[in-house]
């Protein structure tokens, strides 16, 4: 009874209760005509639960092609639906879930056995993280009085990441790391011994370790690597009441721009959120999708993201601080508390300004309007190093 209910439509309902005034009615007052229309508007009421109360059979699948895309972007749903049965299954609508809004799609009817696939596009206006189905099975009964409604099929999540604007890397200095791990994937250099290999034609004949080579039939040499690193630490500001909402997803490009070429430059790199829990230390997940999730605080002070920043330090070559409206020398004076040699760099977004470059109190300072004014002023403050 709660899903004959449910399933009934504004007319459905109508006409349920339209049946039974009428019959009471024409029982008073003996009108044939009411005699009429309420036994039509019982026995339409009849057919209709009678056409939706058969469970729909059908297997529903549905993917994202690509399930990450940047804002501006689509992504495009594809929804395979078969039929399992040994009859035809007539036309129908299924509905998929994108956020707060429904796609409604036909699907024509089909043989027993087949299997059709209906793509759409899934936009992506904004950042975040957006569940994405589960897939609707609709099925009406021809007057529409019951529309009865199945999901089916799991829920994806669209990420949908922040824009990424061309930047130059910058060319701080190398932070020496005499005791930490070597990699086979580390440059050739004459640093740290990393492990023994086969002789390749090139090598340095003064670093044929003759004993291995004795034992194993083979000339063996050392490897050695080059173990210099270079370090960014990059800090998104989050205090909300330094921002529009149109300049904090402007620093949260700028700073995705950021991390991406510290990346494509084979930088070391570690990003700060203060106050973001649940991701704020998670290395597992990358930093451009650490910041599809990021959003503005109301309760953090500038010294609690500090603590953040001091805490995840280790000795990096340049600090690079993003934020809106805020005070930039006192940023600076923050910053080098913590940068005592090396880069500070503090990025401000503020709105109707004009893009600007600055020194002061040991530091850099660039304020731009929006992340699409950033690069030239940028290469600017970055070329002077």
């Not at 009678?50 to 993917?63: C, E, M, S």
């Not at 990393?194 to 040499?221: N, P």
């Amino acid at each position: 009874m709660d899903t004959f209910a449910r399933s009934l439509t504004p007319t459905g309902r109508a006409v349920v209760i339209a049946g039974p005034v009428a019959l009471t009615i024409a029982v008073v007052s003996g009108w044939r005509e009411f005699w009429i229309f309420g036994f039509g508007c019982l026995l339409a009421t009849l057919i209709g639960a009678l056409w939706i109360a058969r469970p729909q059979r059908l297997g529903v699948k549905r993917t994202l092609h690509p399930p990450k895309v940047t804002v501006g972007e689509s992504s495009t749903g594809i929804v395979e639906v078969r039929n399992p049965t040994r009859r035809r299954i007539g036309g129908r609508f299924v509905e998929d879930v994108l956020g707060d809004q429904v796609v409604r799609l036909a699907l024509p009817s089909m043989a027993p056995g087949q299997s059709i696939q209906q793509p759409y596009i899934v936009p992506a206006p904004k950042r975040g993280l957006f569940d994405v189905g589960p897939v609707r099975l609709t099925r009406a009964d021809p007057l529409g009085l019951f529309r009865r409604v199945q999901g089916q099929g799991s829920v994806e999540q669209l990420w949908v990441r922040p824009r990424l604007h061309l930047l130059t890397a910058v060319s701080s200095g190398w932070a020496k790391d005499l005791d930490g791990p070597t990699s086979d994937v580390a440059p050739r250099g004459t640093a740290a011994f990393h492990a023994l290999r086969e002789y390749q034609f090139g090598d340095d004949l003064r670093h044929i370790h003759w004993r291995t080579s004795a034992r194993h039939g083979e000339l063996m040499v050392r490897h050695f690597v080059d173990t210099r690193r270079s370090q960014e630490l990059v800090m998104l500001d989050p205090r909300s009441h330094l921002y529009t909402e149109a300049t904090f997803e402007a620093a949260v490009e700028i700073t995705a721009s950021i991390c991406k070429t510290a990346a494509s430059a084979a930088r070391e790199l570690h990003l700060v959120l203060p106050a973001q829990r649940g991701m704020a230390g998670n290395g597992r997940i990358e930093p451009i999708d650490r910041l599809t999730l990021v959003h503005p605080m109301a309760e953090v002070s500038l010294a609690d993201a500090f603590a953040e920043v001091r805490h995840q330090h280790g000795g990096a070559s340049a600090l690079i601080v993003v934020t809106g409206d805020a005070n930039g020398r006192e940023l600076i004076e923050h910053a080098r508390r913590v940068q005592r040699s090396g880069l500070v760099l503090v990025v401000r977004v503020v709105e109707g300004s004009e893009p600007s470059f600055s020194t002061s109190g040991g530091g850099r300072l660039v304020t731009v309007p929006s992340a699409q004014r950033l690069p030239g002023v940028w290469a600017e403050a970055v070329s002077r190093l």
